[in-house]
């Protein structure tokens, strides 16, 4: 396993030669930071100017090689620069690169890959705009207009986007703050967040008590609830702090969903197409949560192309030619970079590499939660995880100070790493799907070494 893949990623790796930021990555961001707005957030975290990217791997302008495992916050599920995704956009840009919804026969690829892929109950494809966040616009759209109603449900620590609709379906005040009112008739509940259990109780009861609030709220009267078109679930959360739900609460959102004649929307714009060890997270629970509609972008355009798609019943495809477009849905290099993508990642069974090595790497991040006082829980799924971070255990107040440290001090050794989470406590690792065990191991080492060594310091 360990030389898989050994020929897509820079061959040293991690190299500082200089403390990050080096001197020609201070001149270039000091350039953004004079011209470009202040909104501009990666770069305080991780400061450097890259100057290219390969496999699992990203080389700055002063000759530090990272070990990527951030993946540009999962797009880059094979990779930087895979070669069959880049050969695939070459010859589509020599022939067009913008087409509308006009077929072509690099469309009609895409199209045939998705169905190899999705369930066969999810028959129909739209691509809409170029980001996650018009996914989850035409995803609401299409529920409305077949159900008739206004209002979705979604969850604490939801992350659907950043326009419209799917700011209103986020919960992070520090992305709403200064924007209400947004979208009325969302209503939030809680998620299968174990860790910190909105109900208290056992750990291993949340999903039932969270399940059952659903359907609580769908029953009653008096819950303050209308009918909704539609709930909308992250099938594993990711900003909300890579939260992983149990397979029984996916299945049981379905039946209560089912029950109540509501829509199903599962988000997988981040953990979709093969990140945490299915092709689909919500294929954990098997058939049983097989939603209405599915969102997807993020990794669908194969190396970073804008590009995104919503999946759904035969029975919801009742809107008229026009009800829904997008200038940029005609994005010809998106399509074909990504249905290459897509078919070296079933040839070659990603979904299974991602979820045997994620297990390697999680067992070694799970000997911090006692080997370290400041590691809460180490959780991950395939290729997705999240460390979060505690000023103590037994309490467990959270310690965003610290996850800063943690992706300050893994940058400054190669390692490249974000942050989420409730409270922006969680060291968050998206690696490129493509990364070699020896890679990842050395990842993880350098990660546990750096959370000890904090520790050290407080």
């Known amino acids: 396993m360990s030389n898989r893949f050994s020929e897509l990623s820079l061959s040293e790796a991690p190299v500082i030669k200089t403390t990050p930021p080096g001197p020609k990555s201070k001149a270039m961001l000091e350039t953004q930071a004079s011209l470009e707005s202040s909104v501009v957030s990666y770069p305080k975290g991780m400061p450097m100017a890259i100057k290219r990217g390969k496999g699992a791997t990203i080389e700055d302008v002063d000759g530090n090689v990272y070990i990527d495992m951030f993946g540009g916050a999962g797009v880059m599920a094979v990779g930087h620069g895979h070669p069959d995704a880049l050969k695939a956009a070459h010859a589509a840009i020599d022939l067009y690169t913008h087409t509308l919804d006009i077929p072509t026969d690099v469309r009609a690829t895409m199209v045939a890959m998705l169905r190899e892929l999705l369930p066969a109950e999810l028959s129909r494809v739209f691509f809409g705009g170029p980001t996650g966040s018009d996914a989850v616009e035409q995803a609401i759209k299409l529920a409305r207009y077949n159900t008739g109603r206004h209002e979705i449900i979604a969850f604490h620590g939801a992350y659907h986007g950043m326009t419209g609709v799917a700011l209103g379906l986020t919960t992070d005040e520090s992305h709403r703050a200064g924007m209400a009112p947004l979208v009325p008739g969302i209503h939030f509940i809680p998620y299968d967040y174990k860790y910190r259990s909105p109900f208290g109780g056992p750990e291993d009861e949340t999903d039932l008590r969270a399940a059952e609030y659903l359907d609580l709220v769908l029953s009653d009267s008096h819950s303050g609830f209308g009918k909704p078109a539609a709930v ?188 989420g989470g409730h409270h922006n406590n969680v060291a968050r690792l998206l690696p490129p799907l493509i990364i070699t065990e020896e890679l990842a191991m050395k990842g993880v080492e350098i990660i546990s070494q750096v959370i000890r060594d904090i520790e050290k310091e407080i």
Not at 285 to 314: H, Q
Not at 388 to 417: F, N
């Open 232 to 419: 909308i679930m992250e099938s594993v959360q990711g900003e909300g702090g890579t939260i992983i739900p149990s397979p029984r609460f996916l299945k049981m959102v379905r039946e209560i969903t089912t029950k109540h004649d509501v829509l199903l929307i599962c988000d997988e714009i981040q953990s979709g197409l093969g990140r945490t060890g299915k092709m689909f997270a919500f294929e954990h629970a098997g058939s049983d949560c097989i939603p209405d509609i599915v969102t997807m972008s993020k990794a669908l355009g194969g190396l970073g192309f804008p590009i995104s798609a919503i999946a759904y019943r035969e029975k919801l495809d009742t809107w008229p030619a026009g009800a829904s477009i997008g200038t940029f849905r005609g994005n010809m290099a998106a399509y074909a970079a990504g249905a290459a993508a897509l078919r070296f990642m079933k040839d070659n069974d990603i979904p299974g590499y991602a979820a045997e090595l994620g297990a390697k790497m999680l067992k070694e991040l799970k000997k911090l939660e006692t080997e370290t006082k400041i590691v809460g829980e180490a959780r991950g799924i395939g290729l997705m995880f999240g460390i979060e971070i505690v000023r103590d255990q037994k309490t467990k107040e959270p310690a965003s100070d610290l996850a800063k440290k943690v992706r300050k001090y893994a940058h400054q050794r190669g390692v490249m790493i974000e942050v």
